[in-house]
């Protein structure tokens, strides 16, 4: 196989972003039959994607930009249907806290925030996704398609948004109606 083999490629992308790809469906869609279809979708695209990989951004920003287009894809054709909650494991309790009590406030305040960023605008979505996987705005900016600058700045109102909007009380969001956050 060549270094390039987009099968070897495909198993390596899978490996190192298999995880990321995961949370990212959970970002997109709340539903989980969807998400599998979605993360289905995902690999499919990813798979046939890299044979066209040219090696001029890495890997990694390869696969969170087929991610991506993919993600907008699907919530473009899903626009008209509600928003739903979504549990990300990946912002699952924390098993190490002190007591049933603090483990389960934690993993409301992390469902709170989940619906926020479900409330974001699509790119707004996109951009909070990733810089929770840990993408510099660099990254970002070459997923999809804003400036460096740009992109930070971004990164920075949506964190200022949340922080805004993010009360921890739960029966205060759930009244809260749904739509755009407050800005």
């Avoid at 390039?4 to 959970?26: F, K, N």
């Avoid at 993360?39 to 090696?55: P, T």
Wanted: hydrophobic share 35%; aromatic share 4%.
């Amino acid at each position: 196989m060549s270094r390039d083999d987009p099968d070897r490629l495909y198993l390596e992308a899978q490996a190192e972003h298999g995880e990321a790809m995961r949370r990212l469906v959970r970002g997109y869609e709340a539903d989980a039959d969807l998400q599998r279809d979605l993360l289905q979708e995902m690999h499919i695209e990813l798979w046939r994607s890299l044979k066209g990989f040219d090696r001029r951004c890495s890997l990694r920003t390869w696969v969170y930009r087929v991610a991506h287009n993919v993600g907008a894809d699907h919530i473009t054709k899903r626009r008209n249907v509600r928003e739903r909650l979504v549990e990300l494991e990946a912002l699952s309790f924390d098993p190490a806290a002190p007591s049933v009590e603090a483990r389960e406030r934690r993993r409301e305040d992390l469902a709170d925030l989940q619906k926020l960023i479900h409330r974001l605008a699509p790119l707004d979505r996109q951009i909070i996704l990733l810089y929770l996987e840990g993408a510099t705005a660099l990254e970002i900016a070459d997923v999809t398609g804003l400036t460096p600058g740009n992109t930070a700045t971004k990164i920075h109102r949506i964190k200022k948004i949340l922080q805004r909007n993010f009360s921890g009380d739960a029966h205060e969001q759930q009244e809260r109606p749904t739509g755009s956050l407050e800005r």
